[in-house]
């Protein structure tokens, strides 16, 4: 056998020392149709695909959207407790990163996947922020997914903006009085995290005869979705969870 150069050898530990990439992968709201091109291929090329999944919850919905294309691939499903203790999310976080940061110094090619737009109110912001402080800039990967809010408005063929036009998407705060300022400056409003305070919404747009000027929309894409311009019919529902609610100062 010849003997190996000094520069083979570094080039044959360089390859068993190759590391690989972590992308983090938007589903967008639920629909499969709705997955881009982009967001597929990256999927099927990935070694490793991490689902996150709810501690309250036996499916993960991120894995029932992309079912079809992970197929004999190796999946991990990362179960994340449903608290507002700050203390065990970031442990929570923490371990997730940890475990990505195993199989990217492994080699594989990690596919991480998250319902909406990744950087658009999701909890894979906190993923990013741990794996900022594991990985190198260039091996970290973020692939856009469509939001609730634009698929809700195209199914309902609703006009978000138009010429000078100015949008605020914002969470809804506590007291839904705090949105009453920002319904009268801004011409579209985009209210996320309705969930137990739809009634008190729809009553705060009922004073402000905003009520026919709004689209709700509740788990858009997925099987038990809900869309309606019929805000009064909504009071006593129940159906602030995963849902939005796009109101207009004028009528579109």
Known sequence: MLPIKPDEKTKLCNRKMKTGNFYGIGLGPGDPGLLTVKAIHTIQGADCIFVPKSDSKEDSIAREIVKEFIKNKRVIEQVYPMTKDKSSLNKAWLKAAQEIYAEIMAGHTVAYLTLGDPLTFSTYIYLLRQL?????????????????????????????????????????????????????????????????????????????????????????????????????????????????????????
């Open 132 to 252: 900022h402080t594991l990985l190198p800039e260039h091996i970290i990967h973020t692939i856009p997914g469509i939001t609730s809010y634009n698929a809700a408005a195209c199914i309902a063929n609703y006009p978000l903006l138009t010429g000078d036009e100015r949008l605020a998407v914002i969470p809804v705060p506590t007291d839904v009085n705090e949105l009453r300022p920002v319904l009268e400056i801004f011409d579209t409003v985009i209210m996320m995290k309705v969930a137990r305070r739809l009634d008190d919404v729809i009553q705060l747009l009922e004073e402000m005869k905003l009520t026919e000027n709004a689209v709700f929309a509740s788990y858009i894409g997925q099987k038990n979705a809900c869309l309606t311009f019929d805000l009064m019919s909504l009071k006593g529902s129940g159906r602030g969870y995963m849902s939005v609610l796009i109101v207009r100062r004028n009528k579109p």
